[in-house]
T-cell receptor
Framework: ETGVTQTPRHLVMGMTNKKSLKCEQH?????MYWYKQSAKKPLELMFV???????ENNSVPSRFSPECPNSSHLFLHLHTLQPEDSALYLC????????????????FGEGSWLTVV | AQSVTQLGSHVSVSEGALVLLRCNYS??????LFWYVQYPNQGLQLLLK??????LVKGINGFEAEFKKSETSFHLTKPSAHMSDAAEYFC????????????FGAGTRLFVKA
């Protein structure tokens, strides 16, 4: 139990479907992240939220739409996905500060396996 | 700009043998360095991290890593491999305290033979 919970763990969706991935962190962190993990590719950072504000969008296609209603919850809304979007989607959180060398740790959820058919 | 390179996408060792997973980084400022482990069907979890307090960092499950600035390396070692160590290991680098700009390596899968 890492303190970051993702649902669902597995999702199969058609290319015309609309679905959402949910993430909740119980660690009191202020920053939350979505990563994509595909076979044979490095971990890709998709979005970063800090205190509910999006601070980073790494050129992610608009068919992925994040939502962060508060510092504890993060969603990834999915629509008109492509088969190449099939991957493990990891949510993570951290407690970040403006200064000091605390090297804050990123805590990951167990991931949501997405298959697009 | 930062980057991290993990040498070897797959490493195989016998149970009881030394584990050595290699990581080299590039950073224009003093880096924060991390090793994460991912067991099958799970997310990543932190093994250890370097934040300049000591160059030899000890982590969980008997792993340790040594920061060598002259070699820009942060290799992960364990004296004696156990079957339960079979997993994928990720080296990561950040140029600031928070997690915002953490860059992950491509990962090294460790196989442990009986």
């Amino acid at each position: 139990e890492t303190g970051v919970t993702q649902t669902p763990r597995h999702l199969v969706m058609g290319m015309t479907n609309k679905k959402s991935l949910k993430c909740e962190q119980h660690l009191g962190h202020n920053a939350m992240y979505w990563y994509k993990q595909s076979a044979k590719k490095p971990l890709e950072l998709m979005f970063v939220y800090n205190f509910k504000e999006q601070t980073e969008n790494n050129s992610v296609p608009s068919r992925f739409s994040p939502e962060c209603p508060n510092s504890s919850h993060l969603f990834l809304h999915l629509h008109t996905l492509q088969p190449e979007d099939s991957a493990l989607y990891l949510c993570a959180s951290s407690q970040d500060r403006a200064g000091g060398r605390t090297g804050n740790t990123i805590y990951f959820g167990e991931g949501s396996w997405l298959t697009v058919v | 700009a930062q980057s991290v390179t993990q040498l070897g996408s797959h490493v195989s060792v016998s149970e009881g043998a030394l584990v050595l997973l290699r990581c080299n980084y590039s950073s224009s400022v003093p880096p924060y360095l991390f090793w994460y482990v991912q067991y099958p069907n799970q997310g990543l979890q932190l093994l250890l991290k370097y934040t300049s307090a000591a160059t030899l960092v000890k982590g969980i499950n008997g792993f340790e890593a040594e920061f060598k600035k002259s070699e820009t390396s942060f290799h992960l070692t364990k004296p004696s491999a156990h079957m339960s160590d079979a997993a994928e290991y990720f080296c990561a680098v950040s140029d600031r305290p928070g997690g915002f700009k953490t860059i992950f390596g491509a990962g090294t899968r460790l196989f442990v033979k009986a």
